[in-house]
């Protein structure tokens, strides 16, 4: 299955033994990247749930994002790629893959109009600060989306009207065989909660930089908008507490999820640790022990209750590994 979306799951192929662990290890410490085994994927995700990867890996400039894609490539072995997990239930099992974690690419944004270009592992709120302090307007909108902007684009993210679809300019990209390419506004295929890389770039590849369209602004403005936007933010959503976003996406604009799921009666219902958001219909969040398998049930309980209810069947927005 060689590629569809940047953001899938890794690709089935051979599988992981010990001694290619380790080999993958000393090649990412020869790269100058932190790593470490066993790592449980719940330390790295805003829902607090998963299991371990064999191998997490930190790498601190996309040179190191190649040499590991191309390494892992020659050997037909599969690999994930994780921002600010903000987007991702893991299993209580973990996974059989290493876990690139973007989260350290961060040196090398250059914010010059009329494109800012970022890291891929820089949060979306620091890109948006930049940007801001600058007096360039192109992602007020995406104030309070949490996660680096690597993530956002993968997942075509979006609120308050804005999404990353409309603003992205180009793309950096390491494609499944470990090659360095440039994809230009036109060869994306953006749509609801989902960006499609062109096929030749193969299986899993990695957008390692963002350049996003900016225009100038009055700095002012800017920051009385995002203030504003930060507050409704505050009153419509469980801001303080452990959840992966929205659990399902909106059906059409007339059903929104939580809407749907608020009429179901499935607000505050839950399954062990795992509930939904008194706040918000389509917010499940973890009280703080919540297992894969709690969430898993309160999602099929939910959808269950919302197509009894409305005759409507929810799509997940959320990422599963
Ligand atoms: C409180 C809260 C509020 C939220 N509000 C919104 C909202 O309003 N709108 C919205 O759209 N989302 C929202 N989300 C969901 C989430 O924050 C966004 O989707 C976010 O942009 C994901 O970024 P991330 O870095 O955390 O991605 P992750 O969760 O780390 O990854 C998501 C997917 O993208 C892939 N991926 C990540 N980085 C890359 C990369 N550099 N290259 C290729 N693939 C990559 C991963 O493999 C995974 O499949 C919210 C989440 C929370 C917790």
Excluded at 90 to 110: H, K, W
Excluded at 123 to 139: D, E, I
Excluded at 246 to 274: T, V
Aim: hydrophobic share 40%; net charge negative; proline share 5%.
């Amino acid at each position: 299955m060689m590629n569809a979306h940047a953001h899938d799951n890794a690709f089935p192929c051979a599988g992981w033994g010990v001694t290619a662990v380790a080999e993958l290890e000393a090649i990412c410490r020869g790269e100058g990247c932190e790593t470490a085994a066993d790592e449980a994927l719940g330390r790295h995700t805003s829902m607090g749930v998963g299991g371990p990867t064999p191998l997490m890996v930190w790498p601190r400039h996309p040179e190191a994002v190649a040499r590991v894609l191309e390494w892992c490539t020659e050997r037909g072995l599969a690999w994930r790629i994780l921002g600010g997990g903000t987007n991702v239930l893991a299993s209580d099992a973990g996974v059989a893959e290493p876990v690139i974690n973007l989260t350290s690419l961060i040196d090398g944004a250059d914010v010059h109009p009329p494109t800012a270009l970022f890291p891929a592992g820089t949060p979306t709120a620091q890109a948006l600060r930049a940007s801001a302090h600058a007096g360039l307007a192109g992602l007020v909108w995406s104030t309070g989306l949490p996660g680096t902007i690597g993530g956002a684009v993968a997942g075509n993210a979006g609120c308050w009207g804005g999404q990353m679809a409309d603003v992205v300019a180009r793309l950096e990209v390491i494609d499944g065989a470990g090659k360095w390419q440039t994809l230009e506004a036109d060869e994306l295929a953006w749509s609801y909660r989902r960006l499609q890389l062109p096929a030749r770039l193969g299986a899993a590849s990695v957008i390692v930089a963002v350049a996003v369209n900016v225009r100038p602004e009055d700095p002012s403005k800017l920051t009385g908008r995002s203030f504003e936007l930060q507050h409704r933010k505050r009153e419509s959503q469980p801001v303080g507490a452990r959840n992966a976003g929205c659990i399902f996406k909106n059906p059409d604009p007339e059903h929104a999820a939580g809407w749907l799921i608020d009429q179901a009666g499935c607000k505050g219902i839950g399954i062990g640790d795992a509930q939904i958001s008194e706040l918000h219909g389509n917010f499940l969040i973890n009280r703080g022990g919540a297992t894969y398998a709690d969430v898993d049930a309160l999602i099929t309980r939910v959808k269950t209750a919302v197509r009894e209810q409305s005759g409507i069947t929810l799509e997940e927005e959320i990422r599963r590994w």
